[in-house]
């Protein structure tokens, strides 16, 4: 079975503070994709990455960067954290050309205070 | 730019009845690919169907279908014989098939809850 692991399921932290969300994909994947979800706006691109060291920002890249030096993991950081950021925050790898389906992990619950 | 429409935001069946969710979408585009996920309390998100847009037949998955309507750009996801397992966030979800764009875009979701 594919595996799209976020390393943490919870997280609390202060305003200004830098912030690491890991993701880590055991499939081989090319593509990986950081997004956001919030309820009644559903889920929002942030970036995503068709290869090492590639990036491209989505929808909402406002205030994040990303990280992708090696092909199983993608890292999603928070320059300074704001309490806007507080958030639902999904990972999720997929194939490259030819296939379709995505695949996520279990989503990391935000909290910046 | 390609966007998702589900106008439902909740929707509530018994179990052992047929629910059907609602999805339009817009885009300029011919070939793509459309998917309902479905996202449980547990948070993982699955996929549940897809369709590909040059298919004219309907996708089916065991008691779960679509009603693919490309010219009126809908895409409706119909739950026969609902579960108690079934209750969960509902997404449907549009990608482009050509270049190098993968990314998803999603609609906003339609929480099914499921009745004894």
């Known amino acids: 079975d594919v595996k799209v692991t976020q390393s943490s399921r919870y997280l609390v932290k202060r305003t200004g503070e830098k912030v690491f969300l890991e993701c880590v994909q055991d499939m081989d994947h090319e593509n990986m994709f950081w997004y956001r979800q919030d309820p009644g706006l559903g889920l929002r691109l942030i970036y995503f990455s068709y290869d090492v060291k590639m990036k491209e920002k989505g929808d909402i890249p406002e205030g994040y960067s990303v990280s992708r030096e090696k092909k199983e993991r993608f890292s999603l950081i928070l320059e300074s954290a704001s309490t806007n950021q507080t958030s639902m925050y999904l990972c999720a790898s997929s194939w490259g050309f030819g296939y379709t389906e995505a695949f996520f992990g279990q989503g990391t619950r935000l909290t910046v205070v | 730019a390609q966007t998702v429409t589900q106008s439902q935001p909740e929707m509530s069946v018994q179990e052992a009845e047929t629910v059907t969710l609602s999805c339009t979408y817009d885009?300029?585009?011919?070939?793509?690919?459309l998917f309902w996920y479905k996202q449980p309390p547990s948070r993982q998100m699955i996929l549940v169907i897809r369709?590909?847009?040059?298919?004219?037949q309907n996708a089916t998955e065991n008691r779960f279908s679509v009603n693919f309507q490309k010219a009126a750009k809908s895409f409706s996801l119909k739950i026969s014989d609902s579960q108690l397992g079934d209750a969960a966030m509902y997404f449907c979800?549009?990608?482009?098939?050509?270049?190098?764009?993968?990314?998803?875009?999603f609609g906003k979701g339609t929480l099914l809850t499921v009745n004894p």
């Open positions: 979800a549009y990608r482009s098939r050509g270049g190098s764009n993968y990314k998803l875009t």
């Open positions: 369709q590909e847009a040059y298919k004219q």
């Open positions: 885009t300029s585009e011919s070939d793509y690919y």
